[in-house]
């Protein structure tokens, strides 16, 4: 029995140690490891993205609801599929996704982007098939905060993007969730800056905005 309880231990370590050697970062690396430790639990609400859903407190947002924040700031899609074993080992009940404006900030085709998003869905629905996904809409950003330069100019590549995202899943019986609309200034298509005190990330009333949206699919 200890035999078997040390090399548990021994295979729990290498499989830290291996998430740690990859190309995503340091504090990717912290946050990854700490999601690794964590035990998994029935019914999970995973909340999976880059540093706008990292920066989310969901379980006080969602009380009631089991929600776990699986975002990670500067998070990349190849990032969440690197990590995408730690999501689904829990079978979880249901995956918010919203990544891919970090991708387009380095460079990344808007069509790459779009197909990694879906690549990301497909392999939720195909490790456990009872997990609804819910691919949410990339965020509008604003770049008059004259902040985070290299986000904040791509528009046109994040509507791209969405409308593409949107007929995928109406394609492939996944459900698109359009967070865009709801956050854009009435005369543009600007992040509206009640949501943003920087042109990408959200203030409070940005989250509050959120969750309204969400909330009839965490709740069905």
């Given at each position: 029995?200890?035999?078997?309880?040390?090399?548990?231990?021994?295979?729990?370590?290498?499989?830290?140690?291996?998430?740690?050697?990859?190309?995503?970062?340091?504090?990717?690396?912290?946050r990854l490891s700490l999601f690794i430790s964590l035990p998994d639990e029935p019914n999970e609400i995973i909340m999976l993205g880059n540093s706008i859903t990292d920066g989310g407190e969901w379980s006080e947002?969602?009380?009631?609801?089991?929600?776990?924040?699986?975002?990670?700031?500067?998070?990349?899609?190849?990032?969440?599929?690197?990590?995408?074993?730690?999501?689904?080992?829990?079978?979880?009940?249901?995956?918010?996704?919203?990544?891919?404006?970090?991708?387009?900030?380095?460079?990344?085709?808007?069509?790459?982007?779009?197909?990694?998003?879906?690549?990301?869905?497909?392999?939720?629905?195909?490790?456990?098939?009872?997990?609804?996904?819910?691919?949410?809409?990339?965020?509008?950003?604003?770049?008059?905060?004259?902040?985070?330069?290299?986000?904040?100019?791509?528009?046109?590549?994040?509507?791209?993007?969405?409308?593409?995202?949107?007929?995928?899943?109406?394609?492939?019986?996944?459900?698109?969730?359009?967070?865009?609309?709801?956050?854009?200034?009435?005369?543009?298509?600007?992040?509206?800056?009640?949501?943003?005190?920087?042109?990408?990330?959200?203030?409070?009333?940005?989250?509050?905005?959120?969750?309204?949206?969400i909330y009839p699919f965490i709740k069905s």
């Amino acid at each position: 029995m200890k035999k078997i309880i040390l090399n548990l231990v021994l295979l729990f370590s290498l499989f830290i140690v291996s998430a740690q050697e990859n190309e995503f970062g340091t504090y990717y690396n912290q946050r990854l490891s700490l999601f690794i430790s964590l035990p998994d639990e029935p019914n999970e609400i995973i909340m999976l993205g880059n540093s706008i859903t990292d920066g989310g407190e969901w379980s006080e947002l969602l009380p009631g609801y089991n929600v776990k924040n699986r975002g990670i700031s500067g998070d990349v899609t190849a990032g969440v599929l690197y990590r995408l074993n730690e999501v689904t080992s829990a079978k979880p009940a249901k995956v918010f996704l919203l990544i891919g404006i970090n991708d387009l900030a380095r460079g990344i085709p808007a069509d790459t982007v779009f197909k990694n998003i879906c690549l990301i869905a497909e392999k939720i629905r195909a490790t456990t098939p009872e997990t609804e996904v819910y691919i949410q809409s990339i965020l509008p950003v604003n770049p008059s905060f004259k902040k985070f330069a290299g986000h904040v100019d791509k528009t046109n590549a994040v509507k791209q993007i969405n409308q593409k995202l949107n007929d995928w899943c109406s394609e492939n019986d996944v459900e698109f969730v359009n967070l865009f609309d709801a956050f854009i200034e009435s005369d543009s298509d600007y992040l509206d800056p009640e949501f943003t005190n920087d042109g990408l990330h959200l203030t409070a009333k940005g989250y509050l905005t959120w969750i309204k949206i969400i909330y009839p699919f965490i709740k069905s």
